[in-house]
């Protein structure tokens, strides 16, 4: 078992990231703690205080199970559509940079325990599709998170993770703040995530289709015809 995981370093860190993520839901469903499990009583106040609260738990979702689109329900019913979105921008984008540099921390200890190949074929596929896999998994709970921080043990800056989280946030954060501000029942938050799902996996394949095109034309080899 141990050397089948070490043969496949990568893959057997994003999984056991989600088992993680998972066990930590499950702990945090148990204990009933409010903030986490029902963070709205915090975030339907006055002023500048729920916003900021509100960011906060987005960008603590890295690591911890925050009900984020309830959060940016809240913030569109509190805010309104305009505001709220961009609070929950800012807190998904956070989010998604602080994975970034999570997974910059624990980049040396994969290398120990990748060989060369494996490593060398890890940060090409991250290099290759981490933006687009970053864009597309940003709707989804822990998948987004594991893909984060993945991301921060390959070759992208800091500024492209930023920028694909923050595109990753759009839908999400503009059809949930619409949400919150006119209509928030649970219906319309499921019709939400379905399509922010299903614009998402859009994207991703019609990007996967454009590279495979792009990558097999690359391949093709160019003859050149003589006429006699």
């Not at 961009?86 to 807190?91: D, E, I, Q, R, T």
């Not at 190949?117 to 290759?128: K, P």
């Not at 500024?159 to 619409?178: S, T």
């Amino acid at each position: 078992m141990i050397g089948l995981a070490r043969r496949h370093v990568y893959g057997t860190t994003i999984i056991t990231m989600m088992v993680v993520f998972m066990i930590i839901f499950v702990v945090v469903e148990q204990l009933q703690l409010p903030i986490l499990t029902d963070p709205h009583p915090g975030l339907e106040g006055h002023g500048w205080a729920p916003g900021v609260l509100g960011v906060s738990l987005l960008v603590a979702d890295v690591v911890l199970p925050v009900p984020s689109s309830g959060v940016m329900i809240v913030q569109g019913a509190v805010y309104g559509v305009a505001v709220g979105a961009l609070l929950s921008l800012l807190g998904g984008t956070g989010a998604t940079v602080v994975g970034y540099l999570v997974g910059r921390r624990g980049q040396s200890v994969l290398q120990r325990w990748a060989g060369a190949e494996q490593q060398a074929r890890a940060v090409t596929l991250l290099n290759r599709y981490g933006v687009w896999a970053i864009i597309a998994t940003r709707p989804i709970p822990i998948l987004a998170e594991s893909v984060a921080i993945m991301a921060g043990t390959g070759r992208l800056r800091w500024w492209q993770v930023a920028w694909a989280g923050a595109l990753g946030n759009v839908v999400p954060a503009i059809g949930y703040a619409a949400v919150g501000a006119y209509a928030a029942t649970f219906v319309n938050a499921l019709t939400v995530f379905i399509l922010v799902i299903l614009i998402a996996g859009t994207g991703w394949l019609v990007h996967h289709r454009a590279m495979g095109r792009r990558l097999a034309d690359r391949d093709t080899p160019h003859r050149v015809g003589h006429s006699g």
